[in-house]
């Protein structure tokens, strides 16, 4: 194809005459510009890291996860033996937290501490996750009367409250972690069950699930192939939401005395303990439960946050 | 809005039925009398000492008998202090737990509403990374830790304010404080979200292209659609907080309710804890219902919305 | 051949009320900044209706936005061009200035009328506060005027309607309510933004009709957003094409449906179902609009392009006058670029 004589320029110099050809049309140009898909666990977790905050929560977890499996083993003292010639020393190379008025060492009571909380904040979480799952999945995935009347159920037991009805479960059951586990699940499954009816009920109605029901697909299979992947985000920022819960009603029942019983060692018991000795000066017996419980909740908090704003599906672009 | 509410006061009293038959089939659940303990272990008082509690009738009735001292209101007599009656502990520690109670709710729902207001027309401002910053930590901090330390700091070390008691609005500060952190961190996190969430929707927009001052757009058209979250968790806030009064009431020694409360959970005074558990969650239910009908008036939808919910 | 409807002739003057010139909008976001309007040009005459159509997010919200002085900044800036409102330029206002234009002398109606109302106000508050911010007048006038506009947009029992709550109120019911509180206090430029879109088809008509009715009587001039062609027929005088933040052509209504000169234009027109035409296959425009973060040299359209030349990927099309009101942005007007056209048509 040849150019045409020039004529008239109507435009400036710097159009040369021989641009004037059709374009080679290249395939799929204009499809070019899509960003490569990452998966949705990817996509999130790489959103997660560049959450400082989260990240730092995270590590500071994975320490106290370490120091709470090798702490007490790691230090050359018991949790409970007593040693009453050193009571309430101040920390020093033997003792790096110090002593209690037993002579306990509060380096590895602190550590035994960090065990009690996150088996309880965990396994409350765990428990009240599997009855949520079930519950909620059941009457989110149901809907109907039998989804009005759970729903009705659990708009009551919302009405209580926990901490109160928790109380009374421990006075009853006498002070043991099962128990503060058990109470502390009796009450807080709710919420979760809630978060699951919600993601089901938003979910349920997605293409995805039509189809797989009109191959035939039974309700289990739908509930678990289908709806739980989908519905994960929530539910896993609501788990990290309820550790530092958890862990708070611990020290909390601790600290009223229906906690985890003296020898052994809870950071609501270190704390409690610690009240009488504030006015003498022995600040350690205070600071480092009440140091590592709100350091631990705010590890959590953090995290959970960072998981909700990486987990997210409305935010994502 | 009739309906609403008559629908909701059913659902207070279930709960309260419902918390009532839970605390009576949970203490009888604990094997034997509240007296096999007692210093005092003659046959005869005990015999009697049962009849008085009406221990020695059948399960039923006494049953009976506990819903008739709920609806009068009269809970009996103390097992510990038996001269006293759970009503005159109630009458003597809860008004001093209310006002705790009150003062920290409208503290912290002020500093916590301000905050998050501003921490979301100033996103990703100083404001807000300082607010939020305060938010998280006020959130991790647990209650009790924060009035050891502030007892420990502020009262004993710097001397500024006492460290016990509730008997003068100073006396009242260091309490106060160490209740109303968690929840302000709380309200004002939801408030920011939820203000920051408003400050999108297109009847924002549409007020700014009335050309409305600022303040008017904030206060009159983002504030009360962005406070609907706060109103829904206010029944929730309040029951922590007043299980939260127990801890701080021993830790500043202040004569409430919950310093009676923890004695008889220490003491196992059934009575007491049975009538100020029945009391404390009829109150708070009741609050949540209160809070209810506030929502349902500031919120025109609500119908719609229960219908919604139900389909 | 559609002119079987006989109406009230509308009266355009040559006055202009608004004047648009090299406006260039950009968003500072967290992957770049996003060129969302780059040099838009256009003017607007008293009592005319203007139609900005295009594809979604080809700035024509972000150019009326613009206007309107809704730019939230940061993260978005003015980085060039005026924005002239009867010799006023918006652009260099403080904010307390601008206020006193919004609502008044330009007003804006919006896409959704199930969100562009505050749930918790009445609609008689939500009526009046513009009015009663802007012109110092008592609760009771207010209310009158508000009765008035009411009427005027077709709501029956208006005194009752405005202790109503937007929830209480239809979709078409509450487009009319936007459009009152558009109205109320006069003003002489209206931007509404996909006005329409949210509707059912029947109550679309009935709005349209109302806008009519409105210009006729209030002579105010209109801004159209609109992606809905068959919209833009029915009441636009004038119709402005955007592309990729660029107007690439603009002309009358007439010009535009039926001597389309722009690639773009033709596409977005074969793209629409014509009951005249009942056989015609409809022809969607392949491919997507080029990313704004790095918008291209030349003309964006080119990736697109059937007629695309070496020339479009290099430099952005100067603007052909073709007539009056008819003006292009494409190198297919060149002269050198009309040979080869004219030769690889045939073939």
Same mark, same amino acid.
């Given at each position: 194809?040849?150019n045409?004589?020039?004529?008239k320029?109507?435009?400036?110099q710097n159009v040369k ?7 080679q049309?290249e ?8 960003r ?6 990817? /996509? ?5 890291r ?16 370490f120091?709470?499996?090798?702490g007490?083993i ?5 949790v409970t033996a ?15 937290f110090?002593t /209690? ?10 550590w035994y ?8 904040g965990?396994?409350a979480?765990l ?17 109907g009367?039998?989804d ?12 209580l409250?926990?901490?109160?009805v928790v ?6 059951m ?8 058990v109470a502390l ?5 709710v ?12 979910i ?17 299979r739908?509930?678990g ?18 550790v ?9 029942l601790?600290?009223?005395?229906l906690?985890?019983a ?7 018991v270190?704390?409690?303990d610690a009240l009488?000795?504030i006015?003498?000066g ?11 419980i709100?350091?631990t ?5 953090v995290?959970? /946050? ?12 | 809005?009739?309906k +609403?509410?008559?629908?909701?006061f ?12 839970l605390t009576?089939?949970l203490m ?7 007296f096999?303990d ?10 009697? !000492?049962e009849k008085?509690?009406k ?27 038996p ?13 001093i ?9 409208l503290?912290?729902?002020?500093s ?11 996103h990703?401002?100083?404001i807000? +990374? ?5 938010a998280?930590?006020g ?6 830790v ?11 070390n !710097?001397?500024w ?6 008997s003068?609005p100073?006396?009242?500060i260091?309490?106060?404080?160490a209740?109303a952190?968690?929840p302000?961190?709380i309200?004002?996190r939801?408030?920011r ?23 008017r757009?904030?206060?009159r ?6 406070l ?11 029951a922590?907080?007043?299980t939260?009064t127990f801890?701080?009431e ?9 310093k +009676? ?19 404390y ?5 009741f609050?949540?219902?209160?809070v209810?009908?506030? +929502? ?13 919910g139900?389909a | ?8 002739k ?5 006055e202009?009320?608004?004047q ?9 976001t =967290? ?5 969302? &309007?780059r040099g838009?040009?256009f003017?607007?005459y ?13 700035g ?10 809704l ?6 800036i ?5 924005i ?6 918006l ?12 609502g008044?002398?330009?007003s ?7 969100t ?12 009046? %506060?513009?009015?009663?911010?802007h012109?110092?007048?008592?609760k009771?006038?207010?209310k009158?005027?508000a ?8 709501i ?7 202790k ?12 009319r309510i &936007?459009?009152a509180?558009?109205? @109320? ?7 509404a933004d996909?006005?329409?879109?949210a509707l ?6 009935q ?5 009519? %009715?409105?210009?006729?009587k209030?002579k105010i001039?209109i801004?159209? @957003? ?11 005088d004038r119709?402005a094409?955007?592309?990729?933040? #660029?107007i690439?052509?603009?002309g009358n209504k007439?010009?535009i449906?039926y001597?389309? %000169?722009h690639? =773009? ?6 793209s ?5 035409? %009942?056989?015609?296959?409809l ?5 997507t ?8 040299k ?8 059937? =007629?695309a030349?070496?020339?479009c990927?290099h430099? =952005? ?8 009101a008819?003006r292009?942005d ?10 080869? #056209?004219n030769s690889d048509?045939?073939g």
């Amino acid at each position: 194809m040849t150019n045409s004589t020039t004529t008239k320029i109507v435009s400036p110099q710097n159009v040369k005459d021989e641009w004037f050809r059709p374009k080679q049309k290249e395939q799929g140009r204009a499809e070019s510009v899509v960003r490569p898909s990452l998966s949705y666990w990817k /996509d999130a977790w790489r959103r997660l890291r560049k959450n400082k905050l989260a990240m730092v929560g995270l590590a500071f977890l994975i320490f106290l996860l370490f120091m709470a499996i090798f702490g007490p083993i790691l230090s050359p003292y018991s949790v409970t033996a007593t040693d009453y010639p050193n009571q309430n020393k101040a920390p020093s190379l033997a003792h790096w937290f110090g002593t /209690d008025e037993a002579g306990r060492d509060v380096f590895t009571r602190t550590w035994y501490g960090a065990r009690i909380s996150l088996f309880v904040g965990v396994m409350a979480a765990l428990i009240d996750f599997f009855i949520g799952i079930v519950y909620g999945g059941f009457s989110g995935y149901k809907g109907g009367r039998t989804d009005a009347i759970m729903m009705r159920i659990i708009e009551v037991l919302y009405g209580l409250p926990h901490l109160l009805v928790v109380i009374l479960l421990m006075v009853v059951m006498g002070p043991s972690l099962t128990t503060i586990i058990v109470a502390l699940t009796v009450t807080g499954w709710v919420g979760m069950a809630r978060i699951v009816r919600g993601q089901v009920l938003q979910i349920k109605n997605y293409e995805f699930v039509t189809a797989s029901k009109s191959f035939g697909a039974k309700t289990s299979r739908i509930i678990g192939k289908n709806l739980l992947p989908n519905t994960m985000g929530p539910i896993i920022v609501q788990m990290t939401l309820t550790v530092p819960g958890a862990i708070f009603a611990e020290a909390f029942l601790s600290f009223l005395g229906l906690g985890v019983a003296a020898p052994f060692a809870s950071w609501g018991v270190m704390t409690n303990d610690a009240l009488p000795v504030i006015l003498s000066g022995h600040w350690w017996r205070l600071f480092f439960p009440a140091f590592f419980i709100s350091l631990t909740m705010f590890a959590f908090n953090v995290l959970g /946050d960072g998981l909700q704003d990486a987990l997210d599906p409305k935010l994502r672009r | 809005m009739a309906k +609403y509410i008559i629908k909701r006061f059913f659902m207070m009293i279930a709960t309260i039925l419902i918390i009532a038959t839970l605390t009576f089939a949970l203490m009888h659940t604990i094997p034997g009398s509240p007296f096999d303990d007692e210093r005092t272990s003659n046959p005869t008082i005990q015999a009697n !000492l049962e009849k008085f509690y009406k221990l020695d009738e059948p399960m039923h009735i006494q049953y009976l008998y506990y819903l008739k001292s709920i609806v009068t209101f009269d809970f009996g007599p103390s097992i510990k202090k038996p001269n006293e009656s759970v009503n005159e502990l109630l009458a003597r520690g809860f008004p001093i737990s209310f006002e705790l109670g009150m003062v920290t709710i409208l503290v912290a729902l002020l500093s916590g509403v301000t905050l998050g207001t501003f921490a979301a027309l100033r996103h990703n401002g100083i404001i807000d +990374y300082t607010a939020m910053t305060f938010a998280v930590v006020g959130i991790s901090v647990p209650n009790f830790v924060l009035a050891t330390l502030l007892i420990q700091q502020i009262a004993v070390n !710097l001397e500024w304010l006492p460290p016990a008691t509730w008997s003068s609005p100073l006396h009242m500060i260091l309490p106060t404080l160490a209740l109303a952190t968690g929840p302000t961190a709380i309200i004002a996190r939801l408030t920011r979200s939820s203000m920051l969430e408003v400050l999108t929707q297109d009847y924002i927009k549409m007020a700014r292209a009335k050309g409305l001052s600022p303040v008017r757009i904030v206060v009159r058209h983002a504030l009360r659609n962005a406070l609907m979250p706060v109103v829904t968790i206010m029944g929730t806030m309040l029951a922590g907080i007043l299980t939260g009064t127990f801890v701080i009431e021993r830790i500043f020694a202040i004569p409430g309710m919950g310093k +009676y409360f923890v004695e008889s959970i220490n003491n196992r005074d059934y009575p007491v804890i049975m009538g100020s558990t029945v009391f404390y969650s009829a109150f708070l239910v009741f609050m949540l219902f209160l809070v209810d009908i506030v +929502y349902g008036f500031l919120d025109p939808r609500i119908k719609l919305h229960r219908k919604e919910g139900d389909a | 051949m559609n002119e079987r409807k006989k109406k009230e002739k509308k009266i355009v003057s040559d006055e202009k009320v608004l004047q648009v010139n090299n406006l260039q909008v950009s968003f500072r976001t =967290y992957g770049g900044e996003v060129e969302a &309007v780059r040099g838009v040009n256009f003017d607007l005459y008293k009592g005319e209706t203007l139609a900005i159509v295009g594809e979604s997010g080809c700035g024509k919200s972000v150019t009326s936005n613009a206007i309107m002085g809704l730019i939230p900044q940061p993260p978005g800036i003015i980085k060039n061009g005026h924005i002239l409102f009867k010799g006023k330029d918006l652009t260099k206002l403080t904010k307390g200035e601008l206020r006193k234009i919004q609502g008044v002398d330009i007003s804006m109606i919006f896409q959704d009328p199930m969100t562009a109302l505050n749930p918790t106000l009445t609609i008689g508050e939500q009526l009046t %506060e513009g009015l009663r911010t802007h012109k110092k007048i008592g609760k009771q006038e207010a209310k009158k005027r508000a009765i008035d506009m009411l009427k005027l947009v077709g709501i029956p029992n208006p005194e009752e309607r405005l202790k109503q709550f937007p929830h209480q109120f239809s979709g078409g019911m509450r487009q009319r309510i &936007v459009i009152a509180i558009a109205l @109320i206090c006069d003003p002489e430029l209206l931007i509404a933004d996909e006005p329409t879109t949210a509707l059912d088809v029947t109550i679309q008509a009935q709005i349209l009709e109302l806008f009519e %009715e409105i210009q006729r009587k209030k002579k105010i001039s209109i801004i159209l @957003i609109t992606h809905d062609l068959g919209v833009v027929a029915k009441i636009a005088d004038r119709i402005a094409v955007m592309y990729a933040g #660029k107007i690439v052509e603009i002309g009358n209504k007439r010009e535009i449906f039926y001597t389309p %000169e722009h690639p =773009y234009t033709r596409g977005l027109l074969n793209s629409v179902p014509r009951l005249d035409l %009942e056989d015609e296959e409809l022809q969607p425009i392949e491919g997507t609009p080029p990313d704004l973060f790095s918008p291209p040299k030349g003309c964006p359209f080119t990736a697109r392009c059937d =007629y695309a030349m070496e020339v479009c990927d290099h430099v =952005y099309p100067f603007t052909n006058k073709l007539s009056e009101a008819h003006r292009v942005d494409c190198w297919l007007q060149d002269e050198r670029a009309k040979v080869i #056209k004219n030769s690889d048509r045939v073939g």
